[in-house]
């Protein structure tokens, strides 16, 4: 399984940017998949999570109203859509392969990691 994180960038305060994650053709797509941030110094938090069939999405707090997940099965993509995004919102974004295709916060329901995208916002 591999995962391609891209879509990160530099933003000032109130602006959007929109992630993508895609999943090597192999990867299944009848797992949850899910978008974790790491801003320095501090632990690795949950973000948003959609399941196998994008009919349930879980977002952490911090983000719910503002940051939209979905996916595509076909393609094998998820995205993370994010708008009025906040200086506290710069971090390294990583997408991740769920080990079910239930939702899950957790980050040990995940298998698979990609290697992270930056998003810095400016205030």
């Known amino acids: 399984v591999q995962l391609q994180a891209s879509g990160g960038g530099l933003v000032q305060a109130g602006g959007s940017l929109r992630l993508s994650c895609a999943a090597s053709k192999r990867t299944s797509s009848n797992n949850a998949m899910g978008w974790f941030r790491q801003a320095p110094g501090k632990e690795r938090e949950f973000v948003a999570a959609?399941?196998?069939?994008?009919?349930?999405?879980i977002y952490a707090d911090s983000v719910k109203g503002r940051f939209t997940i979905n996916r595509d099965r076909t393609r094998n993509t998820v995205n993370l859509q994010m708008n009025s995004l906040k200086p506290e919102d710069t971090a390294i974004y990583y997408c991740?392969?769920?080990?079910?295709?239930?939702?899950?916060?957790?980050?040990?329901?995940?298998?698979?990691w990609g290697q992270g995208t930056q998003v810095t916002v400016s205030s």
């Open positions: 991740a392969h769920a080990r079910s295709s239930g939702v899950v916060s957790r980050a040990n329901g995940y298998a698979y």
């Open positions: 959609i399941s196998w069939n994008g009919g349930s999405t």
